[in-house]
Nanobody
Framework: QVQVVESGGGVVQAGGSLRLSCTASGLTFTDYAMGWFRQAPGMEREGVSCISWSGDSRYYADSVKGRFTISRDNAKNTLYLQMNTLKPEDTAVYYC??????????????????WGQGTQVSVSS
C-alpha cells in the first residue's frame, strides 16, 4: 500500500522560508515522479512543482519560479520543497503526490495517482 506523508508546514512571516518534506513508502521510489501541489481556501488545487524520478526534469508554476526549489533524496525515499521569500498568497494546504509518469500538463493539473493528507502553510503579512 502506497503511503505519502508530508511534514514541515507551519506559520511564517512574509519574506521567510520553510522546507517541506514528503516521505513515501510502499513503493519503489525511483519508479515514481513526485510533485507538490497546493490548495488555498475557495481555490482549485494547483501544481506547484514536480520532479522526475532522476531529478533531471523539474517543473515549476510561474508563481513560484525563483523562490521555490524541489529536490529529492532517492536513498531516503524523500521529496523536499524549499520555499524562500514566502508571500501571503502562498498560504495553502500543500500536498505531496507520486505517479509513474510525468509531464508538464500532469504537474499543472495534478494528474497524480497517490496523494498525501497535506500540510498547512500560512504566511502572514
Amino acid at each position: 500500500q502506497v503511503q505519502v506523508v508530508e511534514s514541515g508546514g507551519g506559520v511564517v512571516q512574509a519574506g521567510g522560508s520553510l522546507r517541506l518534506s514528503c516521505t513515501a513508502s510502499g513503493l519503489t521510489f525511483t519508479d515514481y515522479a513526485m510533485g507538490w501541489f497546493r490548495q488555498a481556501p475557495g481555490m482549485e488545487r494547483e501544481g506547484v512543482s514536480c520532479i522526475s524520478w532522476s531529478g533531471d526534469s523539474r517543473y515549476y508554476a510561474d508563481s513560484v519560479k525563483g523562490r521555490f526549489t524541489i529536490s529529492r533524496d532517492n536513498a531516503k525515499n524523500t521529496l523536499y520543497l524549499q520555499m524562500n521569500t514566502l508571500k501571503p498568497e502562498d498560504t495553502a494546504v500543500y500536498y505531496c503526490a507520486a505517479d509513474h509518469s510525468l509531464s508538464e500538463i500532469d504537474c499543472r493539473y495534478g494528474r497524480f495517482g497517490h496523494w498525501g493528507q497535506g500540510t498547512q502553510v500560512s504566511v502572514s503579512s
